[in-house]
């Protein structure tokens, strides 16, 4: 049970045990307008409120209407603005830290104040879009440029097939075929019959156009 001096334990008027005392306590070192209270809705589940601060907050004749979750009404009804749900271990060890350090994960005054974080949000929203852009306008590119290949290969616009690739530096082995596309083929396909041009003969050395002493 909590103890009387913690005021971050609000059973709502129910009967209800409370967290565990050093639980309770170190929620309050951490920040003494958190409130802790039962869940009207879900059984072994608790909803963390923190303190309203500014404007007298609204009645129950206020809220009809408005808020469809009995937790929402409940947590504004108690002055309290909801932050959570915590719900109860199943080991039944109530370990705070995973709690705190979301809480000081989403703590907006420990990120520099509002302007601040929606600045920033702001600045991960905008390049996230450029970062999606970038990808649609690259992927658009590669697409476009194999369809262009394709289509030179299929009309024999290209002296290579498109999906070849040749050695950016050095010249080919000497003698060595060249894959070309025959356009005069009557494939039906328009891709043409694919032949081989011949590398050309090497001339002789000794070879003359008349002997010498020739009459």
Not at 59 to 64: C, N, S
Not at 82 to 94: I, L
Not at 124 to 130: G, V
Request: net charge positive; glycine share 8%.
């Amino acid at each position: 049970m909590a103890t009387a001096t913690l005021r971050n334990w609000n059973p709502d008027g129910r009967a209800i045990d409370a967290p565990p005392a050093y639980f309770l306590q170190r929620l309050q070192d951490f920040d003494a307008m958190l409130v802790l209270m039962p869940s009207r809705e879900q059984p072994e589940a608790f909803v963390l409120g923190r303190r309203k601060q500014f404007g007298p907050g609204l009645t129950e004749k206020g809220l009809a209407g408005i808020y469809a979750k009995a937790d929402t009404r409940m947590a504004i009804l108690n002055g309290t603005a909801p932050v959570c749900m915590v719900y109860k271990p199943v080991s039944g060890n109530w370990n705070p830290d995973t709690l705190l350090v979301k809480l000081a994960a989403r703590d907006i005054w420990a990120h520099g104040g509002a302007d601040k974080v929606a600045d920033t949000l702001e600045a991960q929203e905008d390049a996230e879009k450029k970062a999606l852009q970038k990808s649609i306008r690259d992927d658009l590119y590669n697409r476009s440029g194999d369809a262009w290949r394709s289509y030179q290969a299929r009309t024999g616009q290209a002296n290579h097939l498109f999906h070849e690739r040749f050695p950016t530096t050095g010249n080919p082995p000497h003698g060595a075929g060249v894959p070309v596309l025959n356009s005069d083929s009557s494939s039906t396909a328009g891709l043409g019959k694919l032949r081989t041009r011949k590398a050309p003969a090497k001339r002789k050395r000794n070879a003359t156009i008349g002997r010498r002493g020739h009459r």
